[in-house]
């Protein structure tokens, strides 16, 4: 098992966040392999740990002085046994190999466990949306697709948003693979309603992340009514988040952006995530300025120099981070069992440090992964590339009711796999056997491929 991870570490020196996620996955997904020796005999776990392909390409684009800039994009198909490539794209300045590796690698186990037909990919660009003008973004996303549309296709690969990708910019993208293609399909998702998109799509991740939260209350007979909730980040995921755990009868005091966070003692309401949604949708401004118009509340600069994040430390009940890889470590975590912490639910892609995990674990606290608690996203993107293959769209009710009906069976299916393995409650341990055993008994009855 280790002479794997150190191959693969050896072969690819430096891609720490890959090497994170594939060590997770290698240590859980151990009695799998002694239970079928075949896997060992076939290197399952050598083929399930290299892409299937990773395109890198040039993307130049001139801003609105008439300067040109270059940026470097990406996509990783890692995975096609079980469907077309299917995961984001990310445009952040920390977009590198290594971090659209793990997001691919992660994506391959979440999308099998949604019971819909989708492989794994991501990918992405260090390009920054953050400042630019509408037309940058648009320059940048037509230069991106000009390459991308050549390795993408409804039926093949079917990129999504994620962080820096927004509706803007799969409109951009959409509008300039449909003109290099001359065919308008499914081959993105997160489209606009008016063109293709699905209802609730921009809620599914984190009313998904939600109805997961939900269905590990209840194996305690518990509910999110009267729970006192940390939500990080303030994009999609987490808007979304806030908003259902707000309709659960939850109370959330926190919310941030990469300068800082906010902690509001009477719990962010209806009215403040309208105001929420206008700064950071609209005006693209920062959540310090939640506190221009709700004076009361304390606003906190991130300060890295810190070794822990102060927003991880309050009285609370629930945590879902919701921001970005990593953002929990060790002492976070501690901070959080200290504060009555008892459910952590990952919003966010790998937002917690392995170290975070162990205590966790220790502490028989309920944790749910991101890669089953994250899934309605490309659940309902999924459910998007249905509609459009029949060119008809689902009621937001229907919509809502395919996704809780799919986040109940992701919940059951983690832990009957983990019962299965001898580790009743280990939503970790269940979510990478049931999407490991899923993947590779596919790929072993495609061949040698
Ligand atoms: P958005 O771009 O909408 O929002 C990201 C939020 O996280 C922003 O508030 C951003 O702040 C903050 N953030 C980003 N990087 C950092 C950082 N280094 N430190 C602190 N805060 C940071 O993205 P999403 O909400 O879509 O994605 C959030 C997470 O959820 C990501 O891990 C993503 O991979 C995951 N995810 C998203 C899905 C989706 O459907 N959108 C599906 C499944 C997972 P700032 O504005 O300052 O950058």
Partial sequence: MTDILKQIEDKDPGEKEFHQAVQEVIETVQPVLDRNPQYRQDAVLERITEPERAIMFRVPWMDDQGQVHVNRGFRIEMNSAIGPYKGGLR??????????????????????????????????????????????????????????????????????????????EIGYLFGMYKKLRNEFTGVLTGKSLGWGGSLIRPEATGYGSVYFAAEMLATQNETLEGKTCLVSGSGNVAQHTLEKIIELGGKVVTLSDSSGYIYDEEGIDTDKLVFVKRLKNIKRGRISEYIDKYSEVVYTEADTSLAYNPQWNHKADCAFPSATENEINAKNAANLMKNGVRLVCEGANMPCTPEAINIFLDKKIQYAPGKASNAGGVAVSGLEMAQNSMRLSWTAEEVDRRLKMIMKSIHQTCLDAASEYGEPGNYMAGANIAGFTKVVNAMLDQGLV
């Fill in 91 to 168: 445009f952040h300045p920390s977009v590198n190999l290594s971090i659209l590796k793990f997001l691919a690698f992660e994506q391959v186990f979440k999308n099998a466990l949604t019971t819909l037909a989708m492989g794994g990919g991501k990918g992405g660009s260090d390009f920054d949306p953050k400042g630019k003008s509408d037309n940058e973004v648009m320059r940048f996303c037509q230069s991106f697709m000009s390459e991308l549309f050549r390795h993408i296709g409804p039926n093949t690969d079917v990129p999504a948003g994620d962080i820096g990708v927004g509706a803007r």
